[in-house]
Structures are given as C-alpha cells and as structure tokens.
C-alpha cells in the first residue's frame, strides 16, 4: 500500500544525496512538492499518481541542483531575479526554473488585492493626468504649432517612447471594454485553465509592474512635451 509520508521521506533523502541544500531550503522544497500533490488531489488523482506526477513537475534532484547553481552566475540571471522580485515574487528561483510556480500559490482574493494595492496609485496619478494634465498639455502643444509626443526631430529613444505615451491614451479612451475584456479572461483562466494558480501570482506581479512602467513614462514623456512646446509659445507671446 502506498505511504505518501514515506515516499516524501525517500525523496528528501534523494534530494539530501544530491546536495540540495542551497540556496532554496530542502524545507521549502517539501512545501512546493507537497503543494502540488494537494493540488492534483484536487482535480481526481489518486495519492501516488498525484505524488509520482508531482515529481516529474518539479523535476529530478540533479537537474534541480544545476538550476539552483545558476542563481547569480550571469547579468542575465540577475536582472531577471531583479525583475522578477520587483514584480512582488518572493521567491524567483522557483517561479522561473521550475515548471510551476505552486511553491508561491497563495489565495487568490490575495493575488488579486496586492496587484490592486499596486496598481492603485499609479492608476490615480494617470487619471490625474489625464483629466487636468492631458488637456493643458495639448492646448499648450497646439498653441507652439506642435502636437503631444511630437518627437519627430528628437532621439530614437523619445520616438520610441512617444509610441508607450500614445497607447497609454487609447487605452485611456477604450477603458471600459479593455477593462472588462481583462477581468473576462481572468475569470475564464480561473475557472478553465488548471494550471492557472501556478502562474497568477508571477503573470499579475509582472503585469503590474509592466503597467506601472508604462504609466509612469507616459506622464515622463507627456512633461517633456510641455518642456518642448514651453519655449516656442514664449517666443510667439514677445
């Protein structure tokens, strides 16, 4: 008869064996491995089919620690550890060299209320702009014969960014059903993609930090635009 007790011990030993120790503890190791069983569990599976395939997820003790020694060994691997925690995963290593995340699955109301939390103050200072910046902005940019974002003669870098401003304004424009076609796929990914809890935690934080990016050098670009109109308008008052 199967023992799942017994057959977590016999993995432990294995994964002793093999040296993993560091960086990620052989505890947490267990939390993930047992995370997952739990949540197979849940969709049918029997215990040891859930234990087996779980393993097979996380993968076997040598190719683990030839990830886990990865860690730090290239500016690759640091920025995207960087990034990544920058997106609110505590724990990287295992949310990119495993196959699942399980190991940082937590609540979903959880996920959700952070990513919100996050959002929040870069969602008002959007609207902000957009309501009382946006249009002294252009009202300014128009009166120096120029347009918002109007980089035609700048660096490639400001042409660039221009492009990030002026998505940020349709989006603006399109809220609503942007919006409401975002929550539609979210709660079509929670109730139909399986897989899901293992990834929301690193998609959201990675997509609101990408936002917050991206708002954050819309309002740049829209400043440097005034900062660009300001002198013409001058010139034409004298």
Known sequence: MFDLEQ????????????????PVPLEELEIHLRDEIEQRMKFGLEQQKAFENSIQQIGQPGMLKNEFTKVG??????????????????????????????????????????????????????????????????????????????????????????????????????CVLIGGTILLAFALLERYFTQWPSYRRAAIGIGVFLLNTIVLLSMVMIIISILIAAPALLHQVK
């Open 7 to 22: 057959s977590i011990m016999d993995w432990r030993r294995q994964m002793l064996a093999a040296g993993i120790k560091t």
């Open 73 to 174: 060994g290239t500016i690759q691997e640091r920025l995207k550890h960087f990034l990544l925690t920058l997106s609110g995963i505590h724990n990287p290593q295992l949310a990119t060299n495993m196959n699942t995340s399980n190991s940082n699955i937590e609540p979903r109301w959880t996920t959700y209320a952070k990513a919100g939390t996050f959002l929040f103050p870069a969602a008002f200072l959007w609207l902000f702009t957009v309501v009382f910046v946006l249009p002294k902005a252009n009202e300014i940019c128009q009166a120096a014969g120029a347009t918002i974002f109007d980089f035609e003669h700048g660096p490639v870098v400001f042409k660039a960014s221009a492009m990030v401003g002026q998505t940020m304004i349709f989006l603006t424009n399109h």
